[in-house]
């Protein structure tokens, strides 16, 4: 993967990982840093400049280690082996919180939250489910680290409960393999191949994503389809048609069979109209004033009405096309 430079925390070069990466990126210019959340020069940076920040690999030790409980399809959501990415999705929910500095940060301390996150598993009443993806790709990053190999491995062997990750893309090949022991839930974020190449900057085409999936299956991961965000530009209800029409046609048995269907409906923010604003100045606009509604914070999605519309299409369509995956919640 394409970087201009790295930024890293000196603490880095004690750990294995960071020895790794420093041997793997040894042609690029590498500039010390005191902390990867405080970098002036790129908070500093002009809105215009965030395709380049991009560009930027950052590595450092994650300190804060704070679960948040959740209740969708884990109970726990984990920061783990890193956050931001090098996509550029228009409505990626990492610009709220990170602003421009969305880049890709690795942390090299994966022995230690998993360590941790393995205490909680067990000392839990229950096996619980922990989201470890929801900071980052996981799929991409372990294209440059192999995080996602040592943790399906070490989970399936000492792992009580579950794991669980979305993704945009499809370099799944080092993970088909692994002794997982069905204890990773997969989950493949799709959508229709018109907003993918217009508004998810940087993915995979759907065709891979799909393939992605299927191989996921055959391999015994559990699977889930994740449609999101749903977005209504003019044409929805054509484009999510045909989408739902392609993965009825391409989805393999075993998806269909076991998977399970997430569905969520884009909420948009000031911070992220903003920095697309100025960053892709030809880009789609996402920010639709006639059928979105304020939400707080900045924040804002689509109308009651426009949502009830939205969910009960999408419903009768999902019912038709791809009725044996459970629906596990619209949102
Ligand atoms: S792939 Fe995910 S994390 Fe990366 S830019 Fe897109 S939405 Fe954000």
């Avoid at 793997?24 to 590498?30: A, I």
């Avoid at 096996?127 to 294209?143: A, K, R």
């Avoid at 530009?233 to 045909?242: A, G, I, M, T």
Wanted: overall charge positive; charged content about 25%; some cysteine.
């Amino acid at each position: 993967m394409g970087f201009d430079a790295v930024y890293y925390e000196a603490g880095v070069l004690d750990y294995p990982l960071g020895e790794m990466l420093q041997h793997k990126y040894t042609s690029l210019p590498w500039i010390e840093i005191e902390n990867h959340n405080r970098i002036p020069e790129m908070t500093s940076a002009d809105n215009r400049d965030f395709p380049k920040l991009k560009n930027h690999l950052i590595i450092g030790i994650r300190k804060t280690h704070r679960y948040v409980a959740n209740h969708k399809v884990s109970d726990w959501l984990v920061p783990y082996t890193s956050s931001g990415c090098k996509a550029m999705c228009l409505y990626c929910y990492l610009v709220c919180n990170y602003n421009k500095c969305a880049y890709l940060r690795l942390f090299v301390n994966r022995e230690q939250m998993l360590d941790r996150l393995l205490k909680k598993d067990a000392a839990a009443e229950t096996p619980q489910t922990f989201e470890i993806g929801s900071n980052s790709d996981l799929i991409l990053e372990n294209t440059i680290t192999d995080n996602l190999v040592y943790t399906i491995e070490r989970f399936g062997r000492e792992g009580r409960g579950k794991l669980t990750f979305p993704t945009k893309f499809d370099m799944v090949t080092p993970l088909l393999k692994l002794e997982h022991r069905a204890k990773t839930i997969f989950r493949m974020s799709v959508n229709p191949e018109e907003i993918i190449k217009r508004v998810e900057l940087g993915t995979s085409p759907l065709s891979a994503r799909i393939r992605a999936l299927n191989d996921m299956a055959e391999a015994g991961y559990p699977v889930g389809l994740l449609i999101a965000p749903v977005i209504l530009l003019p044409n929805w209800k054509n484009l999510y048609s045909e989408l739902i029409d392609r993965l009825a046609d391409e989805l393999s048995d075993k998806v269909m069979k076991n998977g399970f269907i997430e569905m969520i409906l884009m909420t948009y923010s000031f911070v992220q109209n903003a920095i697309n604003t100025d960053a892709f100045p030809n880009a789609v606009q996402l920010f639709d004033r006639k059928i979105m509604t304020g939400r707080g914070r900045g924040k804002y999605c689509y109308r009651n009405d426009i949502r009830d519309e939205a969910e009960s299409f999408l419903r009768e369509k999902l019912s038709k096309r791809l009725g044996t995956m459970r629906i596990l919640y619209i949102s």
